[in-house]
């Protein structure tokens, strides 16, 4: 059975940081391109950002870059999301997605996996 645990959000002010991570079971964690994504109140879950198998390459929607990074422990089977500067429109359910791929994938709908998600509450 398939599980993406997320964990680490929770209720920060604006220009304070977070991690948040995600535990994967259940598949070869190794060859799993993974991405983060996000769904505010009212909108469309969108893209963050995603990370190749290998870790070596990343892509982040132009909203978050420079702010937020992605990485990954596959000896751990994490992937992470290091967010800082936030901001109050940063707020949202952040999910992560497991997608069997070489590189990094931005399409929703290309995933194959989903985490239940975790709520980051940024306040200003």
């Known amino acids: 059975q398939v599980q993406l645990v997320e964990s680490g959000g929770g209720l920060v002010q604006a220009g304070d940081s977070l991690r948040l991570a995600c535990a994967a079971s259940g598949i070869t964690f190794s060859i799993y391109a993974m991405g983060w994504f996000r769904q505010a109140p009212g909108k469309e879950q969108e893209f963050v950002t995603a990370?190749?198998?290998?870790?070596?390459?990343?892509n982040y929607a132009d909203s978050v870059k420079g702010r937020f990074t992605i990485s990954r422990d596959n000896a751990k089977n994490m992937v992470y999301l290091q967010m800082n500067s936030l901001k109050p429109e940063d707020t949202a359910v952040y999910y992560c997605a497991a997608k069997r791929a070489l590189g990094v994938v931005r399409t929703r709908g290309d995933y194959d996996y989903w985490g239940q998600g975790t709520q980051v509450t940024v306040s200003s």
């Open positions: 990370i190749s198998r290998s870790g070596g390459i990343t």
